[in-house]
């Protein structure tokens, strides 16, 4: 049985096996039987099928149409449907374009909860790769000059309702991540923040390497070198190294060696020198803000005309020698010299007192630390002692140590020593260097 409506009418309904052509303007058509075809080509408000429906061909834009059955919508054509799509059974289609242009909104597994009632399970790509076919889903946009916002959850933790996302398989990431909680329940930003302090290529172990090197011969076969004011070499060796390390180290020179003191009736005087020549690659480094210490402070009070104490947060102490400078301005402007430092583990400070050089740092300045103060490299950094004797003559056995800069370089350094006046009378032999390497 066939109905054909060619004329303008409100309300067509089928109600048996019926084919029913709509080729006018109908209000509302509604089929409630089962196995009726049904095609509508020009515009009309409703199209409702509660039946069994064959086949629904909608060739013209449709405010609404509701299917409440098993029916089978069929050709839309090139149509668009401008209303609302209500269904309570199953839309099949190969391809499925939702949204595909302008400013839009879709919903999918949407709706009002209702407690205590509800599971909605949202399957995307689930099927067709079950011989090692691919699928891919894509979600957002694939321009790069787009940009895509995209929430997964509630993003609110309820106590044994939190969201749970099963990832399996690889995970590719092209940016940062950011969590707000914990991972395999360690904070990852505190544990960064640790790692930060650990040396490239340090190990569970502390570095720590000391080597001896002889220098000048033995006092029992008279090897003696006669000492002039003018700077010789403490030994047979004009440049010294100490050799790289795997990770940054504090670097110690302890040097000894016996002085033969000839009778004066003056001050007899003798000077050693540590000469470093400054290494390719120094860089800066930012030690953090500092905090003025009061003068009042029981325990930072004692400083020198010119001198102030400051602190920063954390152990920084190993940075400082007296080959290096300290300066508000990352390009060492000014320079300060540190007469003195601690580390207090009570309190995770490093406290610092500086010889200040024309501008004062201040609370909230940023300390820069150089190994080198800044100079240029190859240039020739020295670090003195005087040794004094007076009205006696004999063997002494001198020691000093010099502390170079916290680095994984090899530095290169020279030894030189000389009387500090021409009526001075010593000679100096079995000279002895002895190089440390520590982590820290």
């Given at each position: 049985?066939?109905?054909?409506?060619?004329?303008?009418?409100?309300t067509v309904?089928?109600?048996?096996?019926?084919?029913?052509?709509?080729?006018?303007?109908?209000?509302?058509?509604?089929?409630?039987?089962?196995?009726?075809?049904?095609?509508?080509?020009?515009?009309?408000?409703?199209?409702?099928?509660?039946?069994n429906?064959?086949?629904i061909?909608?060739?013209a834009?449709?405010?609404?149409?509701?299917?409440?059955?098993?029916?089978?919508?069929g050709?839309?054509?090139s149509?668009?449907?401008n209303?609302?799509?209500?269904?309570?059974?199953t839309?099949?289609?190969?391809?499925l374009?939702?949204?595909?242009?302008?400013?839009?909104?879709?919903?999918?597994?949407?709706?009002?909860?209702?407690?205590?009632?509800?599971?909605?399970?949202?399957?995307?790509?689930?099927?067709?790769?079950?011989?090692?076919?691919?699928?891919?889903v894509n979600?957002?946009?694939?321009?790069?000059?787009?940009?895509?916002?995209?929430?997964?959850?509630?993003?609110?933790?309820?106590?044994?309702?939190?969201?749970?996302?099963?990832?399996?398989?690889?995970?590719?990431?092209?940016?940062?991540i950011?969590?707000?909680?914990?991972?395999?329940g360690?904070?990852?930003?505190?544990?960064?923040?640790?790692?930060?302090?650990?040396?490239t290529?340090?190990?569970?172990?502390?570095?720590?390497r000391?080597?001896?090197?002889?220098?000048?011969?033995?006092?029992?076969?008279g090897?003696?070198?006669?000492?002039?004011?003018?700077?010789?070499?403490?030994?047979q060796?004009?440049?010294?190294?100490?050799?790289?390390?795997?990770?940054?180290?504090?670097?110690?020179?302890?040097?000894?060696?016996?002085?033969?003191?000839?009778?004066?009736?003056?001050?007899n005087?003798?000077?050693?020198?540590?000469?470093?020549i400054?290494?390719?690659?120094?860089?800066?480094?930012n030690?953090?803000?500092?905090?003025?210490?009061?003068?009042?402070?029981?325990?930072?009070?004692?400083?020198?005309?010119g001198q102030?104490?400051?602190?920063?947060s954390?152990?920084?102490?190993?940075?400082?020698?007296p080959?290096?400078r300290?300066?508000?301005?990352?390009?060492?402007?000014?320079?300060?010299?540190?007469?003195?430092?601690?580390?207090?583990p009570?309190?995770?400070?490093?406290?610092?007192?500086?010889?200040?050089?024309?501008?004062?740092?201040?609370?909230?300045?940023?300390?820069?630390?150089?190994?080198?103060?800044?100079?240029?490299?190859?240039t020739?950094?020295?670090?003195?002692?005087?040794?004094?004797?007076?009205?006696?003559?004999?063997?002494?056995?001198?020691?000093?140590?010099?502390?170079?800069?916290?680095?994984?370089?090899?530095?290169?350094?020279r030894?030189?020593?000389?009387?500090?006046?021409?009526?001075?009378?010593?000679?100096?032999?079995?000279?002895?260097?002895?190089l440390?390497?520590?982590?820290?």
């Amino acid at each position: 049985m066939g109905v054909t409506v060619t004329e303008d009418v409100t309300t067509v309904e089928v109600n048996a096996d019926t084919t029913v052509t709509v080729t006018e303007s109908v209000t509302s058509v509604s089929v409630s039987d089962s196995t009726a075809t049904l095609t509508i080509q020009p515009s009309e408000t409703s199209v409702a099928v509660s039946g069994n429906t064959t086949s629904i061909s909608v060739e013209a834009e449709s405010q609404e149409v509701l299917v409440n059955e098993s029916s089978y919508l069929g050709n839309f054509g090139s149509q668009t449907l401008n209303g609302t799509l209500t269904t309570t059974g199953t839309i099949t289609a190969p391809n499925l374009d939702i949204s595909t242009q302008g400013s839009v909104t879709t919903n999918i597994a949407t709706g009002t909860a209702i407690q205590g009632s509800g599971t909605k399970i949202l399957n995307l790509g689930t099927g067709f790769a079950a011989f090692a076919d691919l699928t891919t889903v894509n979600i957002g946009t694939q321009y790069t000059s787009g940009q895509n916002l995209i929430n997964v959850g509630s993003g609110v933790s309820v106590s044994g309702n939190e969201d749970t996302i099963n990832l399996k398989g690889n995970v590719n990431v092209d940016g940062d991540i950011v969590v707000a909680s914990t991972v395999d329940g360690r904070d990852i930003s505190i544990d960064g923040a640790k790692l930060d302090t650990i040396a490239t290529n340090a190990t569970a172990t502390l570095y720590h390497r000391v080597s001896e090197l002889r220098l000048a011969g033995n006092t029992s076969t008279g090897n003696y070198l006669y000492l002039s004011t003018s700077d010789q070499n403490l030994g047979q060796a004009t440049n010294i190294y100490h050799p790289s390390t795997p990770e940054d180290t504090a670097r110690l020179v302890d040097v000894e060696w016996t002085t033969y003191w000839g009778y004066t009736s003056a001050q007899n005087d003798t000077r050693l020198t540590l000469q470093l020549i400054v290494p390719v690659g120094a860089t800066t480094q930012n030690l953090g803000t500092v905090t003025e210490v009061s003068q009042y402070d029981p325990n930072y009070s004692s400083r020198g005309s010119g001198q102030k104490w400051y602190y920063v947060s954390g152990d920084v102490a190993h940075h400082f020698t007296p080959f290096g400078r300290m300066s508000q301005s990352s390009s060492g402007s000014l320079k300060h010299t540190i007469v003195s430092s601690q580390y207090d583990p009570n309190t995770n400070r490093t406290y610092f007192c500086l010889k200040i050089a024309t501008a004062n740092m201040v609370t909230n300045d940023t300390a820069y630390w150089h190994p080198y103060a800044w100079e240029s490299t190859y240039t020739l950094l020295t670090k003195s002692y005087d040794i004094t004797e007076r009205y006696r003559s004999g063997l002494d056995r001198n020691k000093v140590s010099f502390k170079l800069p916290f680095t994984d370089a090899t530095l290169t350094f020279r030894l030189k020593i000389k009387e500090l006046a021409s009526g001075d009378n010593a000679q100096v032999a079995d000279s002895v260097v002895r190089l440390t390497s520590m982590g820290v």
